[in-house]
């Protein structure tokens, strides 16, 4: 499996009245954490859309260990769990120094334009389980 790191320093924007970091905003993390991951193994989210592929969140979950606060400086590290032609699966860490404060996973569907679920062209699909075999740890 193939993971990436992301960082993120908490805005004031993404706190709440506490100072704590408001759950919303987890999630949001997740999504920068999955964009990062797909233009580090070469293949951004853009690139996806131009051939016609759409990447919907089918399921998401979340569990929160501890709090975030403004100025926190974090890891989101996206690893890639599963890679079918119509589904991608991801886990996700977020991490202060060695404390994970948040871990989650998300599934996706791929859709083409008109919204319906497709298969991944055979193609794109083996050029991305090539992507994927290059970024593996020796």
């Not at 993120?8 to 997740?30: K, L, S």
């Not at 975030?68 to 769990?81: F, G, K, W």
Request: hydrophobic share 40%; charged share 25%; glycine share 6%.
């Amino acid at each position: 499996m193939v993971a990436k790191k992301s960082e993120v320093i908490v805005r004031y924007a993404e706190t709440d009245a506490q100072g704590v970091v408001h759950h919303a905003t987890y999630p949001i993390w997740f999504e920068e954490g999955r964009s990062d991951f797909l233009r580090q193994i070469g293949t951004p989210y853009s690139e996806w859309e131009r051939m016609g592929y759409f990447v919907v969140v089918a399921d998401l979950s979340l569990r929160y260990l501890a709090p975030a606060y403004y100025e926190d400086q974090l890891v989101v590290e996206t690893t890639l769990q599963r890679l079918k032609k119509r589904l991608i699966e991801f886990s996700y860490r977020i991490c202060r120094g060695d404390e994970v404060i948040v871990q989650g996973s998300s599934r996706h569907l791929i859709v083409g334009p008109d919204k319906q679920p497709c298969a991944l062209d055979g193609d794109f699909f083996a050029r991305l389980n090539q992507l994927l075999e290059e970024q593996q740890p020796s």
